[in-house]
């Protein structure tokens, strides 16, 4: 099959040997995906999808280190779990049966979607690389995959090097696609502008299904919203947009220019509110 990746699935048993899922995943090895297109979109479908009319409704200078008191204000929380952090002193908040390492690698980020809690393994915490899909409910794990073919774009500025590695950034699953995120934290031009991707797989295979443009997402987060995902990208000087991209497609949809690059998006009462770097905006969605 054209770039299926073989499952290595896992039952945590005690009788198999394993008292805990953090003891038996050592036991998995990812599968390593293929090295996915960097100049430009694949979007080998054709299915339709209505951007969502953003209207901005405000705009608010923010103080840039306030982020906690933003989520606090609106209620907002990241689906996210905490994993230890000896460099902060953060003893974490995990299950004690999700692993906080695989092998030499460190647990960098754990997300709780409703069908799966992906947990991101890297070197660092800005080398994610490892990714293992997990249920929600028994931690199971059901996927394990290797994006070190995506880690780095096919030309970068040789002194840049230290700084473009595209880690992983953010994951989501529905309807048996899994959506991730890869970008680097650097100028664009250090990658030859391949940067800021979102990615489908089929959660089964693993196989791409499409893969967006470059430097469409470098937020912290993504949405989907319906059939639209919902994005931010934006560094410096670079230009800063709230992007919309069709959900079964990839393909950019619409995009909204923001004063600075979006950091984090949430949906709430049908309004979209965007933490960007230096301002806060709340967007009306007309089709939403």
Request: charge should be negative; include cysteine; proline fraction near 7%.
């Amino acid at each position: 099959m054209k770039h299926a990746i073989l499952l290595v699935l896992l039952v945590c048993l005690s009788a198999a040997g394993y008292d805990t899922c953090a003891e038996g995943i050592q036991s998995v090895q990812p599968g390593l995906l293929p090295r996915p297109p960097f100049e430009g979109a694949i979007a080998p479908l054709d299915v339709w999808a209505e951007p969502l009319g953003l209207v901005e409704e405000s705009s608010q200078r923010n103080e840039i280190t306030d982020d906690a008191a933003w989520f606090e204000r609106h209620g907002f929380r990241l689906p996210t779990l905490t994993p230890p952090n000896p460099f902060r002193g953060l003893k974490g908040d995990l299950p004690r049966d999700v692993p906080t390492k695989w092998y030499d690698l460190m647990l960098v980020r754990a997300i709780e979607s409703p069908d799966a809690l992906f947990l991101f393994f890297g070197n660092h915490f800005g080398d994610a690389h490892v990714m293992f899909s997990l249920d929600p409910g028994t931690y199971e794990v059901r996927q394990a995959w290797d994006f070190s073919n995506y880690s780095f774009a096919p030309e970068n500025v040789p002194d840049d090097l230290g700084f473009v590695f595209q880690s992983l950034q953010w994951a989501w699953e529905l309807d048996g696609t899994v959506y991730v995120s890869h970008f680097h934290r650097t100028y664009a031009s250090s990658s030859m502008e391949m940067n800021g991707y979102i990615t489908a797989l089929d959660a089964e295979t693993g196989e791409l299904v499409w893969r967006t443009e470059p430097l469409v997402c470098n937020s912290q987060n993504f949405l989907l919203l319906g059939d639209v995902i919902v994005c931010g990208y934006g560094f410096t000087e670079e230009p800063d947009y709230v992007y919309q991209l069709n959900r079964h497609t990839g393909e950019t949809i619409a995009r909204t220019p923001t004063r600075t690059a979006p950091d984090y998006l949430f949906e709430k009462d049908g309004r979209l509110y965007v933490r960007c770097y230096d301002t806060d905006y709340v967007f009306g969605m007309e089709n939403r």
